[in-house]
């Protein structure tokens, strides 16, 4: 099946950091990728969208210049959380799509566990 | 607007007993996509089975079936002869087509965490 790969799984870092989290698509092109958080015990929440080689379109209520997202390329998608603060501290978990057929599931990344001291 | 409900935060099933998850949706649109993910406490999502809502049949995936009811606006996840690996986070997810941007992104019920007991 499709895998879609993410890194890291844990992050650690104190308050101000910038943190970035790897999302790739590793036997198939990407068109569509997608960034979730996810609080404990309660539903994804989708931060935002980025089609390859455009900019992403965000949620209402996420902040595009605390969490920056880069599709560069049809396998890579990028997220940054910039001078993060404790409150940024959540599961993280991306999602990759190969079209944009309404069949086409969703492959998620095993996710990113942020904590911020 | 789309929405997904999962009524049941939590269920309790011996092993080798089905259970069927429940899951409604609203939408006035008429051509769109219903999915099962499962999340395990280690965290990765893991797909389960689709429903496409022009699908005659319901959808059915080894031990996973689903119960679709167009009518009725359920698409309710039955899992057959349960096992202690089985117990996880189940998430209803729908996707509908969307005219500006987004790229049809998936809508997600609140879950619901099953419990296999022995």
């Known amino acids: 099946g499709a895998v879609v790969s993410q890194h890291p799984s844990r992050v650690i870092c104190k308050s101000g950091t910038s943190v970035k989290i790897e999302c790739r698509s590793l036997?198939?092109?990407?068109?569509?990728m997608f960034w979730y958080r996810q609080f404990p015990k309660q539903s994804l929440m989708l931060m935002a969208t980025?089609?390859?080689?455009?900019?992403?379109?965000?949620e209402q209520g996420v902040e595009k210049d605390k969490f920056l997202i880069n599709h560069a390329s049809l396998t890579l998608s990028t997220l940054t959380v910039t001078s993060a603060h404790p409150e940024d501290s959540s599961f993280y978990i991306c999602?990759?799509?190969?079209?944009?057929?309404?069949?086409?599931?969703?492959?998620f990344g095993d996710g990113t566990r942020l904590s911020i001291l | 607007a789309q929405k997904i409900t999962q009524t049941q935060p939590g269920m309790f099933v011996q092993e080798k007993e089905a259970v069927t998850l429940d899951c409604t949706y609203d939408?006035?649109?008429?051509?769109?996509?219903l999915f099962w993910y499962k999340q395990p406490s280690s965290g990765e999502m893991i797909f389960l089975i689709y429903?496409?809502?022009?699908?005659?049949q319901n959808a059915t995936e080894g031990r996973y079936s689903l119960n679709f009811q167009k009518a009725r606006k359920s698409a309710n996840l039955v899992i057959s002869a349960s096992q202690l690996g089985d117990s996880a986070m189940y998430f209803c997810?729908?996707?509908?087509?969307?005219?500006?941007?987004?790229?049809?992104?998936?809508?997600f019920g609140t879950g619901t965490q099953l419990k296999v007991e022995l």
């Open positions: 999602s990759a799509r190969a079209g944009q057929a309404i069949d086409q599931p969703q492959h």
């Open positions: 036997d198939f092109q990407a068109t569509t």
């Open positions: 980025s089609n390859e080689g455009s900019k992403a379109t965000y």
């Open positions: 939408t006035s649109d008429q051509s769109y996509g």
């Open positions: 429903q496409g809502s022009y699908d005659e």
């Open positions: 997810a729908m996707r509908f087509r969307e005219v500006t941007g987004g790229g049809n992104k998936l809508t």
